[in-house]
């Protein structure tokens, strides 16, 4: 009992001032995900109404995909504990105790991530996420042990002083009596309790009071209005366990508004226009025989005839009765249109950041932060404990690791500015870090499974096509999806590059959308790349002539053709494919059909990644490797 107050009591006065914040939660939900924020004494019976539109239920799962992935990146930590140069004397008393100390605060950044990726936390902010979206609030609750639980707006309260700061919050829960123990059974009463191992059907309130005290936070259970013994506990006013997240805060309110409440007019309409549609559509596709009831043709004739059936009767006296009210929808069906291109915009769902691709790239990540950012006005909930970074940002992630001593692997390209690569490079010689570039098409398949017959290539040609996307048309093609074939062309041929002549136009978007590259090598080698990202149908295939074969990769499919040359011997048999060159040199083709090597890319280069560190090796795809294709493709670029 807190200020002679039940919590029940204590709870129901403050629900009557988060009733109105319920009602509009209610209303986003209905025309969202109807399950988030069920009707007022729904139960494990109650029936959902599915919306007649989906855009609202992909809008919110869209946008809270995407909020997440850009608050905790996978395998990526989202934030960074440091020291200044006082504060570190002052715990330490040593000027040279710097290297120590930010390797036990890597060590702590480290274990926070370990348990992120290994507790499933992502999961209950994904909850959360979708619950700040649609309802405009949530309460997130961090125990002692076990996970963190989430709170949808009907089952707690929030009192807030006028600057928003919480004073207190009281959860309700309803439970079942058979997961009591016998202290908490005790304040049940004699009959409950009697009844509890027959029945499992009986729910009970569980109240959990959390309040401001002074400078602490202080909390304890409450069941039929007695406090449970053992259930009270206190913490620092700076370490809650409950955090009550609002998307837009109002002063005064203690409670949050939504994104979705935001577009509610468009949403509303939308499900009004979709349904008059289904609806619409459904009798307009009725089809009606009319027989003149004084004709010589039966009506039971017509409606019980099979198809092909032979009917005694008159044709003329039969009408078929339609609608034909299609003309009258289209202006729905354009409004429809509209209303659904706006949400579109409203939910990120016209933006692809995110690529079709074996994995996510830290730039991609980078890029829907500041989506992000630039859609929702900056913050996305006033009470939040994270960030999405530092826009003002300019140094590279990967010179931060390499300062603090960390083994990098960089997602390709190495940097958007070779001189900046040439940096990162030397930092890592001097350091002894092991850096690699992720290059995926270098564990291909195809690629591994034939790299052994390719020996002196004389000529190559390459063909990376892909149908547009809007993600990443700020970026030229060629660090999008030429860069690849650079790397592969420059593993392959190994000879520097003596002459470069390159076109490209750009179609569609700012950046050329298709170009072609011609490249020279000083051994006599000719490459001949091009890349599109405006074609009808995806390719990525290349091809490769030398003295005594020829080699044709097909990276999409992961699949791949050799012929090979040489001259004919005595053994030869009649069936062999023989050739005459302009010199009357006879010659011998013949396939060869060596098995593919089934392997997991981005496994197979990771591992590779880890083996370098482990042996303190460099690394397959080195650092200098990523310099050499981003110089190449600085220049195509110079050219275009």
């Known amino acids: 009992m807190h200020n002679g107050k039940t919590c029940a009591g204590r709870y129901e006065q403050l629900a009557v001032e988060r009733e109105m914040f319920l009602n509009r939660a209610r209303d986003c939900s209905e025309v969202t995900i109807p399950t988030l ?18 855009i609202g239920a992909r809008g919110v799962n869209n946008l809270a995909s995407k909020l997440l992935l850009s608050l905790l990146p996978p395998n990526s930590p989202f934030f960074r504990l440091q020291v200044d140069d006082q504060t570190l004397v002052e715990l330490t008393g040593q000027d040279n105790a710097r290297a120590k100390v930010e390797e036990a605060l890597n060590q702590i950044e480290r274990s926070v991530m370990t348990e992120i990726e290994t507790s499933g936390l992502r999961s209950p902010i994904f909850e959360a996420l979708k619950h700040l979206i649609v ?12 996970g963190i639980r989430v709170f949808r707006l009907d089952s707690y309260v929030v009192k807030r002083d006028p600057y928003g700061n919480v004073l207190e919050i009281i959860t309700k ?202 859609a929702l006005g900056g913050v996305l909930f006033i009470d939040e404990a994270y960030s999405l970074g530092n826009s003002e940002k300019r140094d590279s992630f990967a010179k931060e690791c390499i300062d603090k001593g960390k083994h990098i692997f960089v997602e390709k390209p190495l940097t958007n500015d070779s ?97 072609n590259a011609r490249i020279e090598f000083e051994n006599g080698c000719i490459a001949n790349l091009t890349s ?38 005595p053994n030869d048999s009649d069936s062999s494919i023989i050739i005459k060159n302009n010199d009357g040199e006879e010659k011998v083709i013949f396939f060869e059909t060596p098995e593919i090597v089934e392997i997991n890319s981005i496994e197979s280069e990771l591992n590779d990644f880890f083996e370098s560190i482990n042996n303190n090796s460099e690394s397959k795809v080195p650092l200098s490797d990523g310099l050499l294709a981003l110089e190449v493709a600085e220049e195509i670029i110079s050219q275009l």
């Open 37 to 54: 924020v069920p009707p007022s004494g729904h139960s494990s019976a109650t029936e959902y109404r599915t919306p007649y539109q989906g």
């Open 135 to 146: 309802a405009g609030n949530v309460l997130v609750y961090l125990p002692k042990s076990g």
């Open 173 to 374: 829960e309803e439970i079942s009596p058979a997961v009591l123990e016998e202290k908490e059974l005790e304040l049940l009463g004699s009959d409950l309790k009697s009844n509890v191992k027959e029945s499992y059907k009986d729910k009970v309130a569980l109240y959990t009071h959390f309040y401001l005290d002074g400078n602490r936070w202080r909390l304890y259970q409450e069941l039929k209005g007695q406090v449970i013994p053992g259930s009270a506990g206190s913490w620092p006013i700076d370490k809650s366990p409950m955090l009550p997240l609002r998307w837009t805060r109002i002063d005064g309110e203690d409670y949050g508004r939504s994104y979705v409440e935001e577009y509610l007019g468009d949403l509303i309409s939308l499900e009004g226009l979709s349904k008059a549609i289904v609806e619409a559509s459904a009798a307009s596709a009725k089809v009606l025989f009319m027989v003149n009831p004084n004709g010589t043709t039966r009506m039971r004739d017509i409606a019980q005839a099979e198809n092909c059936a032979i009917v005694a009767g008159n044709s003329n006296e039969v009408s078929v009765l339609q609608t034909q009210k299609y003309a009258d929808m289209r202006v729905a069906y354009d409004t429809v249109r509209s209303i659904t291109e706006r949400l579109s915009y409203a939910f990120l769902m016209n933006s692809a950041v995110q690529r079709l691709g074996e994995r996510v790239t830290a730039e991609e990540v980078r890029f829907m932060a500041k989506e992000l950012e630039d």
């Open 419 to 515: 001189n900046e690569a040439k940096v990162i490079e030397t930092m890592a010689m001097e350091k002894g870090i092991i850096g690699q570039v992720g290059f995926v098409e270098r564990y291909n398949e195809a690629f591994i499974s034939c790299r052994e017959f390719i020996k002196n290539p004389k000529f190559i040609e390459s063909h990376r096509l892909s149908d547009f996307n809007p993600r990443g048309t700020d970026v030229s093609v060629i660090m999008d999806l030429m860069i690849h074939d650079i790397d592969i062309v420059l593993k392959v041929v190994n000879s520097k590059v003596k002459k470069i002549n390159a076109s490209g136009v750009s179609i569609i978007s700012t950046t050329p959308d298709i170009a």
């Open 532 to 569: 599109s990202r405006i074609s009808l149908k995806k390719m990525r295939k290349t091809r490769i002539f030398q003295e005594d074969a020829y080699i044709s990769i097909n990276f999409l499919e992961k699949d791949y053709q050799v012929v090979r040359i040489r001259g004919k011997e």
